[in-house]
């Protein structure tokens, strides 16, 4: 039951307020909160760290103080439910999980709590909710009017369009038909329209109201750059401007996550290896250290990810390219929950365009669903190569439109575009003339040889010094022709035999670019792509969080001291440090050093329950400071 049963009948502002310390509802937050409390059904879509939770949280405390029972919350993330019930408690909201990892004892500990009545909300995986077992208890509780929601959380699981299908969701639907009248809330944060429809079709909310929230993430910069030296670029990116940040790092293949973890550690930063080849112990402790200890570097295939909560983690790094802009996007939106500033760093070559083609091509699909694939991974070339906002291009993709958002690489440091339709055509008729005089392909490497005057043994051996486009591109860097052949391929104009390695073709929209018909833009190569002067004073000194960058020394020991203090309490409840306080929290702490428990209580974050718990120790911790 929820614990403050002498303000019971809290509206939700005063819920929002009192048990979670927060001043305001974020966006539509409000109006979901209204239409759901009022008993309505939703479909939300929101983007990762949108702040959907509160969205069926504060509902389900709302109705279970009206006297409607339990809310039943489904998750398809086990590993992560002991965290989400652990953040409820400390706010003092009773709440259980019931799932694989609990002994049958301890399950039936839940379920007795349940059929009581105890529990505000509970957690459970879609393949235990469609257990016989589960649904007779599910019955007893509707028989007696004590089921207040189901909250269907990462509902694009539902669909095979969406990243994740899994099966199991597709039995929910027994919710809808078995409990008519208790109000269902699915939500997700893959916007695509596809999806969407088909969330909604499998899941039978064609009544629900649809709330779907502006995509923007502000607080987030978006920077691509182009590969040179993947390594280096990134290890330079992380000492610059996030020496000592929790942070992600996406690579596409296993062995290269490997790599890269051992080079960052070698690095002297403690960097994890994440994919789906590690033992799945490891792979759990690994994700239990990237949630409870600080300033961890986690390398991961996309494997990672999915419902991580950390609100602190202030970069996501790309050092490959993902499918589509909705991988991107939900990858990157990792970054930065807290609101605090963070950055999303990719940088992609030649290579991935390839590599990406090639996957495609290579794939068993139909050739329908391979043409969507490509129309996908195009919108994201268009990005990389774009020499505009990249906010715009992305909000513009999920249907959203905008102005340029000052707080994007090409925004910052607008880059130069020269018209590279010269080189273009310069390319083309030395893969052209090359075809013709040796009656075999080459592979990009060669053909810039050739076009750039450089008699190597290969072009020795095949004569190909000879040809009338040797040397007629030697005004050009092979930095540059890499910019032009990648857009060459990203536009159909050139194609990459994958099974022969990897040599180049003429396409049929080869011939346009050669006479002349199709411009090639492109963003000119910068030395040192989109890098900016770093954020802090010293590079390579331990970071803190922005919003505690700006704290006197006085403050800075203070927050120091709040953070020492808050990692012994998460130790104690074996929690993430983030769920006793956020950074945010600290730091406003730390700035104001409160000496009352009533100044404490403004602080955003600090709720009525870790007032309660806390706040004589964070205020003991800072006047031990003062
Ligand atoms: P999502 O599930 O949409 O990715 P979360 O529910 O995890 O996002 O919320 C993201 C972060 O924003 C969390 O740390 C949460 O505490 C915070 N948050 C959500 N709503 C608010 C609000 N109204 N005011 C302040 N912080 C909020
Ligand atoms: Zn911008």
Partial sequence: MFEFVSVSNLSPISILREVFGYDAFRGPQADIVGHVTAGGDALVLMPTGGGKSLCYQIPAIARQQAGH??????????????????????????????????????????EKRLLRGDITLLYAAPERVTTPRFLAQLDALHARGALSLFAIDEAHCVSQWGHDFRPEYRALTVLHERYAGVPRLALTATADALTRADIVERLQLEEARQFVSSFDRPNIRYAIVEKKDATQQLLRFIMREHAGDAGIVYCQSRKKVEDIAQTLCEQGLTALPYHAGLDAKLRQTHQDRFLREEGIVMVATIAFGMGIDKPDVR???????????????????????????????????????????????????????????RGKLDALLTLAEGSDCRRVRLLAYFGEASTPCGNCDNCLNPPAVWDGTDAARKLLSTIYRVQQASGISFGAGHIMDILRGKKTEKVAQFGHDGLSTF???????????????????AMGALAVDAQAFNTLKLTDVSRAVLKGELPVSLRESVSTPAERKPRRDKAGARATPPAAAALDAAGQARFAALKAWRAEVAREHNLPAYVIFHDATLAAVAERCPRTLDDLGGISGMGVKKLEAYGAEVLRVCGGMA
């Fill in 69 to 110: 029972g339990v809310a039943i919350v489904i998750s398809p993330l086990i590993a992560l439910m002991h965290d989400q019930v652990g953040a409820l408690h400390e706010a003092g909201v009773e709440a259980a999980f019931l799932n694989s990892t609990l002994s049958s004892e301890e399950a039936s500990a839940v």
């Fill in 315 to 373: 970069f996501v790094a790309h050092l490959d390219m993902p499918k589509n802009i909705e991988g991107y996007y939900q990858e990157t939106g990792r970054a930065g929950r807290d609101g605090l500033p963070a950055d999303a760093w990719m940088a992609y070559g030649l290579q991935d365009v390839v590599n990406q083609r090639r996957m495609i091509d290579e794939s068993p699909a139909g050739e329908e669903f391979k043409q969507v694939m």
């Fill in 471 to 489: 040397g007629i591109g030697a005004e050009f860097s092979e930095l540059q022709l890499r910019g032009v052949l990648r857009q060459l391929i």
